[in-house]
């Protein structure tokens, strides 16, 4: 008599879900920031702006509105960017 092997039927009957943590972590928010990229570097890291002025220089000369915040954590996701290259 052929006995059936429980784990073999659950994986040939059952089909395997995705892990979503890995498909969550390949995934790359796109920034409003992103074209003006090195424009903020720049400004920031070379020529000592500070986040609140480079806010008003985005506001004035590129039309667009962030926080500080928002600011500050696409310039800290930039630089780790740049470590792992």
Same mark, same amino acid.
């Given at each position: 008599?052929?006995? @059936? &092997?429980?784990?073999?039927?659950?994986?040939?009957?059952?089909?395997?879900?995705?892990?979503?943590?890995?498909?969550?972590?390949?995934?790359?928010?796109?920034?409003?920031?992103?074209?003006?990229?090195?424009?903020?570097?720049?400004?920031? &890291?070379?020529?000592?702006?500070? @986040?609140?002025?480079?806010?008003?220089?985005?506001?004035?000369?590129?039309?667009?509105?962030?926080?500080?915040?928002?600011?500050?954590?696409?310039?800290?996701?930039?630089?780790?960017?740049?470590?792992?290259?």
């Amino acid at each position: 008599m052929k006995t @059936l &092997n429980l784990d073999h039927l659950k994986e040939t009957l059952i089909p395997k879900s995705h892990d979503h943590n890995s498909l969550r972590q390949k995934r790359r928010y796109n920034s409003k920031l992103d074209p003006y990229r090195y424009e903020i570097l720049t400004l920031y &890291n070379e020529l000592d702006y500070s @986040l609140g002025t480079i806010q008003i220089w985005l506001h004035e000369k590129k039309g667009i509105r962030v926080s500080r915040s928002t600011l500050l954590t696409r310039l800290k996701y930039w630089e780790d960017l740049k470590s792992k290259e």
